[in-house]
C-alpha cells in the first residue's frame, strides 16, 4: 500500500483557515536539497500590475478536465486574474486571463488623505482570492472606478476557464443599524471608495467572508465583515465594529479571518471607537458566529494608548493554534496575546491577567516592532513552534508548551543585511512567512521569507529578497535570492505577501509586474 501523501493545494492566504501559513506535504523542498548550488529562479511569469494578493495553487487532480497540469492562480491591482501552468518553464502564456473590470489609478481625490501613498499606481484586486474546488471556482472581489463611481464587486470564476460562475458578479452593498460616522437616520451604509478590502477572503460555512478596513484612516468609515452565499452570491449577513462611533478596519496586513471547526470566525480589529461592554470594538480580538453575530472578543487593557499612538492591534491577524481552543494575535505593538477561544477575556481596565499569557515579542529598544500579518505554525518533535519578524528585528521562534509559550526565542536569525545590521533588520513591513514540510520530520522543515532587502516599505515601492532557512535552526540560512542576483533577483517587493509553497517549488509575487517560480535547478 502507498503511503505517498496527495500533493498540497494552496486555496487560500497562509494554507488553511487556521492561518499556519504551512504546507506539511512537500517532499522534494528541505535543508539537503536547497542550497546556492541546486536551488534558484527557474522561469518567470508577466501580469498586468503589483500583485498584493498570494498566488494560489491547485494541483493537477484536483482539477477538471483531465489536462494533466499543475496551476497557479493570480490576482493583479489592474483587476486582472490569471491561470498559468505552475511547471513548464516553456508555458509562459496564461491559460486563461480574466479582466474583471476598469481599476482605480491613484492618485484619485475620493480614496484616502491628501499625499496617500500606502499604495501605488492603482487599487483593484487587493485581498487574496480563495479557491473552492468543490465548486470548481475561485472568488474575487475586485475594486473599480467608472462613470457611476467606485465599486467593490464579488466575482466567482470558473477554475477552468476563467469565466463568470454562479451567476456573478454581484456588487457589494450593505446597510445596518447604527449611530456611528456617517450614519444617517439610524443606519450605516456601506461606501466602496472609503472602505478598503485588504484582509483575504475566507471560506468556511458555506459562505465567503469579506473583510474591509480604510485608505490611510479616510473618515468616515468602519470594520466589516460582509458573507455570501458560496453557492449563490447572496448576501448572508454583516457585522459592523463600531457601528456607535467610528474606524475600527479589518486589514490585518493581507491575513484573511481565521475559522475554527465550530464555524466560529476570528479576525483582529485597526484604531477606532472602543466600548467596554462590547458594542464598540477598535483595537479587539474579535470572535462571530457564522452568521457574523457577536460571539465574543479580547481588547488589551490599553486600548485608549494603543489608538491615540496609531498602534493599532490589527496590523496582524490570528493565529488559531493546532489541536488547542487558543489563539495567538499581535499587532504594532509588538505583543503576543494568547487567548482560550471559550473565553476571549473581553476588557479590564488596569491589566490583562484575565488572559492565558500576553508577552513582548521584542523588548523595547527605541525601535518599532510592529508584527504584520501573523506569526506562522509548525508542530514537530522540537515544537510546536511559532515564527514571525517584526518590522526592525530578527526572524525569531517561539515554543509552545501546549499552555503557553517560553517568552524567550527558541531560535533567532543571526543574518546580517546589506548594511551590516545583525538580524537582517528588514523594516516596514518586516517578514512574511511561509513553512513547508514533510509532516513533522524535523529533518524536511523550511522557513521561506519575502521582506524589503534593505529598504523601508512603510510609503514606498522597494526591492525585495526573498530567504530560506532550516525551520528546525533560524541561524541557518540556507538560501537567499541575492546570491546569483543575476538569475535569482526578485525585483520589487510585494508588501504583506508570503511565498506559496508547493509541489517542489515557491511562487512569489512581485510589485515587478510578474510573479517569479523558485524550485530545484537541473
Not at 31 to 54: E, I, N, W
Not at 154 to 160: E, G, N, R, T, V
Not at 185 to 214: C, E, K
Not at 425 to 439: D, I, K, N, Q, R
Request: proline fraction near 8%; hydrophobic fraction near 40%; aromatic fraction near 10%.
Amino acid at each position: 500500500m502507498s503511503t505517498a501523501r496527495p500533493p498540497a493545494c494552496v486555496t487560500t492566504q497562509h494554507n488553511d483557515n487556521l492561518r499556519t501559513g504551512a504546507n506539511l506535504l512537500e517532499t522534494a523542498l528541505h535543508p539537503g536539497s536547497v542550497g546556492p548550488g541546486t536551488f534558484g529562479k527557474l522561469f518567470t511569469r508577466a501580469v498586468d500590475g503589483h500583485v498584493y494578493a498570494q498566488p494560489l495553487y491547485v494541483p493537477a487532480d484536483r482539477l477538471p478536465g483531465g489536462q494533466g497540469r499543475n496551476v497557479v492562480y493570480v490576482a493583479t491591482m489592474h483587476n486582472s486574474v490569471y491561470a498559468f501552468d505552475a511547471d513548464d518553464p516553456a508555458a509562459a502564456a496564461p491559460l486563461w486571463h480574466a479582466s474583471l473590470g476598469p481599476s482605480a489609478p491613484l492618485p484619485d481625490p475620493d480614496i484616502g488623505p491628501p499625499g496617500y501613498r500606502d499604495i501605488a499606481v492603482e487599487v483593484g484586486i487587493l485581498g487574496t482570492p480563495v479557491i473552492d474546488t468543490g465548486r470548481q471556482v475561485l472568488y474575487a472581489v475586485a475594486f473599480t472606478k467608472d462613470a457611476d463611481g467606485h465599486h467593490h464587486t464579488l466575482h466567482a470564476l470558473d477554475l477552468a476557464t476563467g469565466r463568470p460562475a454562479l451567476g456573478g458578479p454581484v456588487r457589494i452593498a450593505a446597510t445596518v443599524p447604527g449611530t456611528g460616522e456617517g450614519s444617517s437616520g439610524g443606519r450605516i451604509t456601506f461606501t466602496s471608495h472609503r472602505q478598503i478590502q485588504r484582509a483575504a477572503l475566507t471560506l468556511a460555512n458555506g459562505q465567503v467572508y469579506v473583510a474591509f478596513a480604510s485608505y490611510g484612516d479616510r473618515r468616515p468609515y468602519h470594520g466589516w465583515v460582509l458573507g455570501f452565499d458560496a453557492a449563490t452570491l447572496a448576501p448572508t449577513g454583516a457585522y459592523v465594529t463600531t457601528p456607535g462611533t467610528g474606524l475600527g478596519g479589518i486589514w490585518q496586513a493581507g491575513q484573511g479571518l481565521a475559522v475554527d471547526e465550530q464555524g466560529y470566525v476570528y479576525f483582529l480589529t485597526g484604531n477606532g471607537g472602543f466600548r467596554p461592554d462590547g458594542s464598540e470594538l477598535g483595537d479587539s480580538v474579535v470572535k462571530l458566529h457564522p452568521d457574523l453575530t457577536l460571539a465574543d472578543w479580547f481588547s488589551p487593557h490599553d486600548n485608549a494608548a494603543l489608538d491615540a499612538h496609531n498602534a493599532d492591534l490589527g496590523s496582524a491577524g490570528p493565529l488559531l493554534l493546532p489541536g488547542t481552543r487558543l489563539l495567538v494575535a499581535g499587532g504594532k505593538a509588538g505583543r503576543f496575546y494568547l487567548l482560550d477561544r471559550d473565553a476571549m477575556g473581553h476588557f479590564r481596565p488596569d491589566a490583562d491577567s484575565q488572559i492565558p499569557q500576553s508577552f513582548a515579542v521584542v523588548e523595547p529598544d527605541g525601535h518599532s516592532h510592529h508584527i504584520h500579518g501573523g506569526p506562522v505554525h509548525w508542530d514537530f518533535p522540537g515544537g510546536p513552534w511559532i515564527y514571525v519578524w517584526p518590522e526592525n528585528a530578527a526572524l525569531r521562534a517561539y515554543r509552545f508548551t501546549g499552555t503557553r509559550f517560553d517568552p524567550t526565542p527558541v531560535s533567532v536569525s543571526t543574518t546580517t543585511d546589506p548594511t551590516g545590521v545583525p538580524g537582517g533588520s528588514p523594516g516596514m513591513p518586516g517578514g512574511f512567512l511561509s513553512v513547508s514540510a514533510h509532516g513533522s520530520d524535523t529533518a524536511s522543515g523550511l522557513l521561506w521569507a519575502s521582506h524589503p532587502y534593505k529598504d523601508d516599505a512603510n510609503q514606498a515601492v522597494v526591492t525585495g529578497v526573498l530567504r530560506v532557512y532550516a525551520a528546525a535552526d533560524l541561524t541557518r540560512e540556507l538560501w537567499n535570492s541575492t546570491l546569483d542576483a543575476g538569475r535569482d533577483d526578485v525585483g520589487l517587493f510585494a508588501k504583506f505577501t508570503p511565498p506559496t509553497v508547493a509541489n517542489g517549488k515557491v511562487h512569489l509575487a512581485t510589485f515587478s509586474g510578474a510573479v517569479h517560480t523558485y524550485g530545484l535547478l537541473g
